[in-house]
């Protein structure tokens, strides 16, 4: 194992100055407060599906799901194949409905499908909880950082949210879409690397099953917290939060049902993949490094930083620099995700609704980036404090997004399907889950398997009960019938955006030299790396540039015709 170097620094800094000039970049698609929220809907579906897919981990992946690998094994593997069947219910289901609702933030459907209470309760809450949520993506990066290059954790976590918020500011949805794309070309070749670096060191597959403790590869499942009725729970439950909020905001912000349904579907194949390769690493420490404590004394949760370790043992001077690149990427796309969801929600839901209805769109964007800035700074705040007190990464993220995404999941997708239901059916089942998920999480102390077995089925009772109950309120019906009859009516590109152009072709061609640029800067690597890991940059090189040359390939709709 090695230390980093000045050459993994200079890396890092090169990464971060494109990633704040991609910021500037995006600023030019905002016009208005829709191009800042939704891109105008003239996101391209391979943009916004790859955004979608980085929004879905973060650090967090690579840190409490990874240390959950070390320490048991082959669940995580099948966890996160559940987060990729998820998608499915997207490209079935919700993916179409999302963009034909045809809004600019989840909140905004909530009151044309409920009432004004329901989204106010929605929006306060939501972004209150996911606070928490965000704050733990944070405290995941500042720790794979600050173990991988012996930096103090707390001023880590306070440097990499400066570095987060001052492009989201920026730059808006378009920025977060487009350095997602970006951080997915330096993030995936990274970790096929990884996993080929990691196979080679343990003897590859057979060798790794065959050093591992039988428990850890055992299928059966049988006994224990984490069995097959977890990882069913885990499903059920990442499907709430992968199909509502910013998962959401990446189905309507393309142009059509189509694009939207394509989005789905290839976060679905990327989260398949993804699930084989981004684990083995940690499990290839737990066969080299089986007492990780004292590799990392003084860690609250040395296990959480087996990545890392994984990292700083198996890759050249340089390509750790791409690595600590990667992290970033992975929990840049999660947080600007979370950034300007939030920020739409403050500004269109909270601010334009209660104090400033005649609001103009120069207001609102405005309003927009002092949220922004407001969010990242709490969230930042927050990821100092759960390191002051050394939280488990896992513990805290699981805790936090279970009760959000249990109470706020069933009312958002069931109002997307099920038509006669009053006003208040949405507050009514969002409160029952939320105060049972309160309960659960912070007093009984509730496993993930007791949520979902107890929560769902009384949330889905009271949701359907309530349609016995039905006022007839003329209103509320207005609102629900307008709802509905736009869900039934298919996007059509040429009347609803036709004025717009559509920006796919410069947007890729800015992405294939922005790819091919950190193909070509990465080669020069070589000669810091040793003889025998120079294959590693190579490979890795190899990969970006071939991205590259793909993404020379994409032509917008217009030209397509």
């Known amino acids: 194992m090695h230390t980093i170097s000045a050459v993994d620094y200079g890396v890092i800094a090169l990464y971060m100055a494109l990633m704040l000039g991609i910021g500037f970049y995006a600023a030019r698609f905002n016009k208005n407060a829709s191009d800042y929220f939704r891109g105008g809907n003239r996101i391209p579906w391979m943009v916004a599906g790859l955004s979608s897919f980085m ?14 690998a070390y ?28 963009r034909r609702s045809r809004i600019s933030t989840v909140m905004e459907y909530l009151v044309e499908r409920f009432d004004e209470r329901t989204r106010q309760a929605f929006s306060w809450t939501s972004v209150f909880f996911q606070l928490f949520t965000g704050a733990t993506m944070l405290y995941g990066l500042g720790l794979f950082v600050s173990s991988t290059c012996g930096l103090p954790l707390a001023w880590t976590i306070f440097a990499s949210g400066i570095v987060i918020l001052a492009y989201c500011v920026v730059g808006g949805l378009w920025a ?60 059920v439950m990442v499907s709430f939060g992968y199909n509502t909020a910013a998962m959401a905001q990446r189905y309507f912000c393309v142009d059509d049902e189509r694009s939207a349904k394509k989005v789905a579907l290839l976060c679905f194949w990327l989260f398949v993949i993804g699930a084989f390769i981004w684990f083995i690493p940690a499990l290839a420490m737990r066969v080299l490094y089986p007492d990780i404590a004292g590799v990392f004394p003084g860690r609250a949760n040395p296990h959480e930083a087996s990545y890392a370790l994984a990292a700083l043992t198996l890759l050249p001077t340089g390509l750790v620099g791409i690595m600590l690149a990667a992290m970033f990427s992975a929990t840049m796309s999660s947080l600007s995700g979370l950034f300007n969801m939030h920020a739409a929600v403050i500004s269109k839901d909270i601010y334009q609704t209660l104090f400033a209805r005649k609001a103009g769109e120069k207001e609102l964007l405005v309003a927009g980036w002092v949220a ?10 927050l990821a100092m404090a759960m390191a002051a007190r050394g939280s488990s990464i896992f513990g805290v993220m699981l805790k936090f997004n279970t009760i959000i995404s249990l109470a706020y999941g069933p009312p958002a997708l069931l109002g997307l399907v099920v038509k006669k239901t ?27 398997k007791q949520q979902c077995l107890i929560i769902l089925p009384i949330s889905f009772a009271v949701f359907y009960a309530s349609s016995f109950f039905d006022s007839g309120d003329p209103a509320q019906e207005a609102r629900r019938e307008g709802l509905f009859l736009r869900l039934a009516t298919p996007v059509n590109i040429d009347e609803e955006l036709g004025k717009t152009g559509d920006p796919t072709a410069a947007v890729f061609r800015f992405l294939s030299l922005s790819t091919a640029g950190v193909g070509v800067l990465s080669l020069l690597l070589v000669f810091s790396a040793q003889p025998g890991q120079r294959w590693e940059v190579v490979f890795y090189s190899a990969i970006t540039l071939l ?7 994409v032509r917008g709709r217009k030209e397509a015709h």
């Open 55 to 68: 929004s879905g981990f973060s650090a967090w992946t690579f840190t409490g799901a990874a240390g959950l």
């Open 71 to 98: 320490q048991k094994g082959i669940i995580v593997i099948l966890m996160y194949l559940g987060n990729a069947a998820t998608f499915l219910l997207g490209y079935w289901i919700f993916a179409l409905r999302w």
């Open 176 to 235: 977060v879409v487009i350095t997602d794309f970006l951080q997915a070309a330096i993030l995936m070749p990274f970790t096929i690397v990884m996993l080929v670096a990691s196979l080679g060191k343990v003897g590859g597959v057979t060798g790794l099953v065959a050093s591992l403790p039988p428990e850890m590869k055992d299928l059966s499942l049988r006994s224990g917290e984490f069995d097959w009725g977890y990882v069913a729970c885990w499903t």
């Open 372 to 381: 922004t800035f407001g969010v990242g700074a709490v969230m930042t705040g």
């Open 422 to 448: 009053p006003a208040w059916s949405g507050l009514l089942t969002f409160f029952v889950g939320l105060g049972l998920g309160c309960y659960g999480g912070f007093v009984a102390g509730w496993e993930l």
């Open 547 to 553: 991205l590259a040359a793909l993404l020379t390939r």
